[in-house]
């Protein structure tokens, strides 16, 4: 459990600093030189697969627990004539690790994300809080435009898209 803590207290320092560097660069037409053109798409790929890890990590640790108190119940023999379903629960919660990347990788990219909850509208919650936060339409870019200025319109036109 104590590395799980110092795991999950070193992730969350590392997206904080990413979080920063990524307002940063929301921020960059005040101070358009001050990261290049690969560190702002480092910055926005990692934001991307720190979102990945914090919901990997979330569901992971969810059903952890979740097993962990099946083993509670059936050690301490609260349910002793459900202990066969406990196990199948149990196995059901060992099983579901693997299982648990691929929707995450689709909750974690935006795009995604918005086709595969458009679905979902009718749950309460689902367009207030998953659906709404990203603006939809994408920018046009000058053909007059200098090329810093020109940099800044993509990576707002990737910002829009991708989320």
Wanted: hydrophobic content about 45%; proline content about 4%.
């Amino acid at each position: 459990m104590m590395l799980l803590t110092a795991n999950c207290m070193g992730l969350a320092y590392i997206w904080y600093r990413n979080v920063r560097v990524y307002k940063t660069l929301d921020k960059s037409l005040i101070i358009p030189s001050k990261y290049t053109l690969q560190a702002r798409f480092q910055a926005k790929e990692n934001m991307r697969s720190f979102h990945f890890t914090k919901y990997s990590l979330a569901l992971i640790t969810a059903t952890l627990f979740l097993e962990y108190g099946f083993i509670m119940c059936q050690s301490l023999d609260f349910l002793q004539k459900y202990e066969v379903y406990i196990n199948y629960f149990m196995e059901f919660c060992n099983s579901t690790h693997p299982n648990v990347v691929i929707p995450t990788m689709m909750v974690s990219v935006p795009s995604w994300k918005r086709r595969f909850f458009f679905h979902f509208t009718c749950i309460p919650g689902v367009k207030t809080f998953v659906l709404d936060k990203k603006k939809k339409g994408v920018a046009t870019v000058e053909a007059e435009q200098i090329p810093k200025i020109e940099t800044e319109e993509y990576f707002n036109q990737f910002k829009m898209a991708w989320g």
